[in-house]
């Protein structure tokens, strides 16, 4: 059984049927009647007005969300370990016309507002040194861990202090919805999140993710620069599929739910293994070279993380008893 | 019936079917199995090795590809109507860190090799003034006309000439090759193209183009492009799969028969009204005002194109019986 | 004699004096105690509040205040010949990061309002086309023709209905100041101009141009652009030395009346050569092969303009009895 | 007395001689006289073929020399202080099109192989993480620190090895010159720096620095990209003549002796304050709030540097004598 990440999993099969159900002709672009429907019924779950604009990946996701936040002389605060700085072939650079990165630490990928704090006080106000525009969060984690509603609040009111934007890269933002198990505007908009890049690619998605503005008048600009990405796809109706059969009676939550699930069944088995608290569906465990092979002839796949280390990411389909022999094998070493 | 475009038709069954078989785990972004029989298959069609990346729309491929062949202080020469220049929203510029479109002229958007090489001649070859460093043509054209092999290797003598790249954006390739009825490779490798944008989205595909190298080693740095640009999904598989089917037993190339065909039925209807001939799945007619609400009376619909003309557009899902009606329409106005 | 550009011509010596008089220990970039008077001095000069940056050349002038006006996804509409498309080596692509010089022609390089006009109206508003943000006019234009007052606020009215901002390129705004024998003011902020490139290099500076922003708001921003792209010298006292020099008993006006003088004098001797009327310091005249070699024995050296023609420059330092024999000598030919 | 930035010292008398000397009609941008000597004159310096390019600013040199060495989706390798990272505004990223800053550690802004070698090492090789393509170094550093001839061979070969190119930040290369007493191009092109950024507004120019491209090929690019980002001065005869009296009887030398041996006399005067070794012109010092008070009331002005510590630097213009009284107010304290 494969645990290398939920961006492999297969699509869920109601994902599927939408997708089917998708295909007759229909207007080209963003024109269909899918994607017409998309900012109310985002709006319908977020308790307000949003736009939405639908894109094949995170990176466009997060990447266009920058650029409505910041200009190309200006800087975003992000966590050394952000998706955004590691593992996006510098898109953000791309995107935003070479706008700077501004890393700050954070043990499990986490902010704290002093951390914040402390990089916007070491910046000269002066023209020669590149000024902070907005700051990027990642919820979950890139090490599955999980901001509270109170976390991002505090974190949103020192943007709003300093005039920053705040943006939040959801890629698993539907698994920390189901960890803290509030309102998803709780941890969003009405902890002042500016734009949020919804992930449903790695929640039972094909390749469609929601860019959220609740400004919707920010998104004005962002549709203009998806076309220019290239990421305006001509039969868009099947990204639209996508994201509506997602929030079809919270399919969204029901997936995370099961893939954190599955996580906390892998996690109490070997709680002294663990190197990070498992809030979400990542699992980050202590594992001599030895024990990760021993796991891999018994069939389990999983990445390498640094030396002695490894990553176990879950998701929408590991059900209990897929997961069940996993976690009996790592109690077992 | 709906002739808007042909990237608005349905995706085809058998690539719906390639698309829910490829619905498991697999390794994430282009390490899938799929992904992985892309350069074998496209080598096969085009009788040498090549390099293929799917991206998910014809902007992706088309721009990528110029990146490929042009610095961002050099220039890319196209046709005053190419897709690239009035289409794409600017695209080439965000994609080359601003390279200049540089315009010429051309009946149809074809472009004749005198027109390149007339501007050529305009250039000052100092500092001042930014210098070519490739051209892209689009066949079939924006036009629908179709470039012969014989046209394309002139262009591309020339090209080898001045040191230019040469880019085709093959939006509608399929639709030229089906067209002119010889080998894929003779109106593209063979005729001297160094990059080619493969367009499936518009023949029946649903969102995946193949951005095809020629010279493999040119598809490296494209690779990390890609990624860049948010354009490396990572359920590559599904777009791989998009591809390998229309491969499958020239799926690609029936459909494009099948749309240059129904094409073929209108025009015949209503020789006397084309603007330029039809060549390949695209019809431009004169139209009156008068002329064209009694069509849209009786259920065709499609764009209009400027004052008294219109445009049609054919797709693999046209078959003989469903244009018979709208050709006899047109007659009979 | 020569007549290539006014670009070449010395520095006058009251410039060299300033910067003579400028060489002594002050605070590095524009801290200095010279930068510090320029808003002061130039809002003496239009009446009114602005804000002005000193930077090396003409092209920085320029694109820096595109990227004031124009977001990357966005254009610019300027004439076919407007330096900044012709003669710039591409720099506004790469200043405003991909951003669209939006074409249009008009005689002698001068925009009409109709022009505009169409143009706007050609341009579909949907985001697959790039839609404009800015015009930007040359005056005097690239032909030495001038815009009056009242032309300038015809095409400004415009700019205003259509949400757009104005630019001038005033490379030799002093030459059109003088030609129309108006206030500085009547051809830029009054007639509506936003932001406006004075050229003082081409009339008797060293290496300093003006932005002058008539919102100072805007120059904010500017600040850390021009930071930014490598125009902010550490010794930008001998850039603001320049300009005051300029300003002072208006040397800058008393410069231009004499180039525009000098060129009276030479198109007075040929009135029927004369390809574009006379209005400021460039003269394009009809000159076969053989006149213009006659004229290059007699000592006098200039651009050949095409087949058949010459353009001839004049400039500050061009006294009536530096001109009289070329003159003369054309009126023999 | 003030010692905050050699970038604010006067011009020296020979440097405005030349300017002064060069006020005459000549060809615009560099096509003049003295823009035509750089080339061999540079070249007699390093004992080979050269080509050199004047620019403003050394943020402008950096970065010009940074896109020869490096495509915008890959990285440059820097020190965490270099002033590419921290005093340019960003320039590099808007100059490479977002290629990225990859920073590591050294004290004194000084890197060692190992440093790069561990940073190299860290970096998967797939198309999510951005490559490395370049290494950047100052010399002398940004804390006076100075690389020897071995110093940079070391770094040399190991960019060699993974195939990066080597620039060196030459603000104050001379100052490293002097300070190691060896033959410029043992610090630079025998040691296998590809392309210097050679500072002289530093040492007494007034705003002209030189880009030496030890492969004249690669400067052919760069030529376009110096006019495309505003830098081709149509008076360019006036920074050609700065670079060519500083070459003149080697006055770049004798003026980095001058600083450098004033900044020994003040270095000597209080050994055990310092917080870096003394090897150019910046002294850094442990200084208390109450100290640094005392010494700006003895007419020494100066930089604080964090909390108990500041920042002096010296230049040409401070005679043994200048500092003479600063120093014994030091030793006074």
Known sequence: MRFFSDNAAPVHPKVMQA????????????????SAQLDARFGELFGRDVAVLWVATGTAANCLALTSLCQPHQGIICHREAHIEVDECGAPGFYTGGAKLMLVEGIGAKIAPETVSDLLGSIRDDVHQVQAAALSI?????????????????????????????????????????????HPADLSVRAGVNVLSFGFAKNGGMGAEALVYFDPAQADAARYRRKRAGHLQSK????????????????????????????????DAAPERLMHEVQANEIFI????????????????????GEGAARLVTSWHHKPEDVAPLAAAIAAL
């Open 236 to 267: 868009g109706r099947f990204l639209a599929a996508q994201l509506l059969a997602m929030l079809d009676g919270d399919l969204w939550l029901e997936n995370a739910r099961t893939a954190n699930a599955a996580a906390k069944i892998i996690a």
């Open 138 to 182: 990642t919820n979950a984690t890139e090490y599955g861990l999980v901001y509270t509603a109170q976390e991002v609040s505090a974190l949103a009111a020192l943007c709003k202090q300093h005039g920053l934007g705040l943006h939040m890269d959801g890629a698993r933002f539907a698994n920390a919805v189901a960890s803290v198990a509030c």
């Open 286 to 305: 202590r594992l001599s070279a030895g024990e990760a092979a021993s796991l891999r002839q018994q069939g389990f796949d999983f990445y390498d993380w």
């Open 19 to 34: 997708i089917a159900d998708a295909n007759q002709v229909d207007t080209a672009y963003d024109g269909d009647r899918l």
